[in-house]
């Protein structure tokens, strides 16, 4: 089973689109970039309701759960 299908089971990102996962750093972290999904509307993580757009200022890590 690939990586992005794992992830799309234990996550709710359904506006969002996994990359290429590949490791980084001395200690081998797994790296996936997820970008907005093409001709959706961002969703307010407090109304949940549809705003303009997405957050794209800069890269953020996230610690996710061991697999």
């Known amino acids: 089973?690939?990586?992005?299908?794992?992830?799309?089971?234990?996550?709710?990102y359904k506006t969002f689109v996994f990359g290429t996962a590949r490791f980084e750093g001395k200690s081998s972290n797994i790296i996936v970039p997820i970008s907005p999904r093409k001709n959706s509307k961002g969703i307010c993580s407090k109304c949940k309701t549809a705003s303009p757009g997405y957050d794209k200022l800069e890269l953020r890590l996230f610690q996710f759960i061991g697999i």
């Open 1 to 12: 089973m690939e990586l992005k299908t794992i992830l799309n089971k234990v996550t709710n």
